[in-house]
């Protein structure tokens, strides 16, 4: 993260001209964003929703490139395509992008690992994660420097379109004290060693988390499905009771990743749901958080988020360090999950 923020983060901003100097013209003309892309690094386009419609107020949508590229599309005026992959070779993302011409985009920008792939010698802007290779198949360092990258290029847009330049400053500061903030994170494995052994026989697991950290939920659910093999489902928590509520009883471990924040009331009042349903509830919350009635029989572990916008990037750590505990322990092949690929190219 610290590699992938390096060089394009100064002391009073993002600098200027980060995609390089032919972007300037596509990036000011951009009124809306259209991102694509697939598994995890789909997760890490809808955090980004978040940041570029709260900060550059520009509408964003994400969908996944799989049932993207088999649609007809309605493109509005001026949108830039934004296609997000770890390898850059995702047969459905790359073929997504393929069809940007046709489908009346402005321009295309891909946020990507791998600098002679496919996806970067085809878009017309690139913006590089600095993640090094990913060992495993499972993306897990490829997610938290793509959320790093989004965050710059967020930043990017909000300079652009009118954002207050001492907010801005302010939003750099806190990105700039991201690599600490995950440094602090990391020190919870201990913790989350102890948490993971209750997950050794569990057969489902719930995830929940609201706003910008309903994505942080999908991914932590993923990560666990992906490398454990323990079934979990992610749901922002306000739609607990629009349906999975029906599921939890003691035996179902529930996971919340509860940031401070102005969602937090209303997180807290889902949870209690949880709570009186003996559902056993897991809570990432921050220091202050006040969470620690919500768990008298379940566990609180508390993450310094460094601040509201970077938590979701810092809450993601103790959630991919859960799954691979809990695959480390169940004796699963952490970098090789059976029936998956690193790169989908067919
Ligand atoms: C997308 C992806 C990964 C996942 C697995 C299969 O890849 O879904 O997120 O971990 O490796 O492919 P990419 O387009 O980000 O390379």
Known sequence: VADTLEARLGPHGVLPNIFGIESDELLRRTRGVHIIACGTSYHAGLVAKYWIEEFAHLPVSVEVASEYRYRE??????????????SGETADTLAALRESTRRGYLGTLVICNVPESSLVREADLKLMTRAGPEIGVASTKAFTTQLAALALFALELAQRNGMDPARHAELCAELQHLPRAIEDALKL??????LAAEFIHRQHALFLGRGAHYPVALEGSLKLKEISYIHAEAYPAGELKHGPLALVDEKMPVVAVAPNGPLLDKLKSNLQEVRARGGRLIVFADGAAGMDDMTDHGTTLRVASGGNFIAPIVFTVPLQLLAYHVAVL????????????????V
């Open 189 to 194: 494995e201990p913790a989350i060693v102890e």
């Open 330 to 345: 169940r004796g699963t092949d952490v970098d090789q999950p059976r029936n998956l690929a690193k790169s989908v190219t």
């Open 73 to 86: 599309a309605v493109v509005p005026p001026d949108t830039l395509l934004v296609a997000i992959s770890q």
